[in-house]
C-alpha cells in the first residue's frame, strides 16, 4: 500500500490523504480500483478523525482506493469554500486515475453529518459529480444551517441528475434530526434516481464504522448498526459493478428507478410519463381501451388512471394479464420514440 497526502490549499488547510493498493502483479485479475472519497463530519467546525481513517480501511478492505478530504472548516467554512475543495478533490482523482489505479467512472463519495452535507451537495449540485454517494446521517436539509448557516438545504436540488444514493441514520439521533434523511430520500423517489435507504430503530449520533474502536459500546445502539458498512459495499457492486477478470463486471441496477430517463420511451416508462407524450398517447390509448372493457371496466376511468400514474407500463399490464407478445410489440414500438 502506498500511502500520501497532498495540500489541496494550505491558507485553509485542505488535504487530501490518499491510501492507495497496489494494481496488477500479484493481482494480476485486478487492473484498476474503483474509489471512496470519504468527508468526515464535524459540525464544518473540524473534521472527525473517528470518521476518516477507520472509514478508509474499512473500505480498503474491500478492495477500494481510498481518500480522505479534509475540507474547509471553522472561519473557512464559508459557502461555497468547502463544495470548491470537494471540486478540486474529485478533479485530481479522475486526472490522476491511470497512475492512481482507479476507474474515474467508479469513483463513490462517503459523508458523515456534516460531511454527509457535503457529500449531498457534491451528489446534487457539484461540476465534478461522483458515480454513487452514501450519506451517513446526513445533515442534507435545514438542519445544517444550525452549524453552516451559509450553507444551502441540498434536498431542494435533487433532480434526475443526482447520483444513486446509499443512506443511513438512526431514529434517537439527538443531533442531526432522521427527518433530514427522509426528506432526502423522498427527493430522490420524486427524482426516479436509485437509492437505498436504512433507518435504524435507536442509536446516537457520530457512529461512524460503530465497531468498539471507535464508538463507545455501552451507549444504547441497535446490534444492526455495524450492518451499513458491508451493506453499503454491497450496494456499490450493484450500482457500479464488482471485480471481475481483468475489469469490473456491468452494474446490477440501473441508476433510475424506471425508464422516465432512458434515451427511448419503452414499455419501462411509468404510465403517467407516457401519457404526456403524443406519440405514446396515440399508440397506448386504443390498448387501454381494449383491455379496459375486456376486463369488464366499461373504458378507462379517471381513478383508474390516476391509480396507476407512477406504474410503469409493462408492470401495469402484467396485471392486467396482457399476453407478454403484446407487451413486446408495444416495448418495441415504443423504443422507436426519442424521449424528448
Known sequence: ???????????????????????????????????????????????????????????????????????????H???PNPLNDYEQAMELLRSRADEWGLYPDKIA?????????????????????????????????????NCNMTAPDTTAYVDKDTCPCFLFATRTDELVSVDNTIAFTAALSRAN????????????????????????????????????????????????????????????????FTADCDPTLSAGCTLGYLLQKPEALALLMPLVEQYTKAMGLG????????????????????FARIPETVIDGLDAQLRKIPNV
Open 1 to 75: 500500500m502506498k500511502h500520501e497526502l497532498l495540500v489541496l490549499n494550505a491558507e485553509r488547510n485542505v488535504t487530501l490523504e490518499c491510501y492507495l493498493q497496489s494494481v496488477g502483479g500479484h493481482f494480476s485479475y485486478v487492473a484498476k480500483r474503483p474509489a471512496i472519497l470519504i468527508i468526515p463530519g464535524g459540525g464544518y467546525q473540524y473534521c472527525s478523525d473517528r470518521e476518516a481513517d477507520p472509514v478508509a480501511t474499512a473500505y480498503m478492505h474491500y478492495g477500494f482506493q481510498a481518500f480522505v478530504l479534509r475540507y474547509s472548516v471553522g472561519e
Open 77 to 79: 467554512r464559508v459557502w
Open 109 to 145: 463519495v462517503i459523508g458523515f453529518s456534516a460531511g454527509g452535507h457535503l457529500a449531498a451537495a457534491a451528489a446534487t449540485m457539484s461540476r465534478n459529480r461522483p458515480n454513487a454517494a452514501i450519506l451517513a446521517y446526513p445533515a442534507a436539509g435545514a438542519d445544517i444551517k
Open 193 to 256: 434516481v436509485a437509492f437505498e435507504s436504512h433507518i435504524y430503530a435507536y442509536g446516537p449520533h457520530g457512529v461512524s464504522v460503530c465497531n468498539s474502536a471507535v464508538q463507545d459500546q455501552s451507549k444504547s445502539i441497535c446490534s444492526r448498526v455495524p450492518n451499513w458498512v458491508r451493506d453499503s459495499v454491497e450496494w456499490l457492486k450493484d450500482v457500479l459493478g464488482d471485480f471481475g477478470s481483468g475489469e469490473m463486471t456491468q452494474p446490477r441496477c440501473s441508476r433510475y
Open 299 to 318: 373504458g378507462p376511468s379517471k381513478e383508474l388512471m390516476d391509480s396507476v400514474q407512477r406504474v410503469t407500463l409493462r408492470a401495469v399490464m402484467q
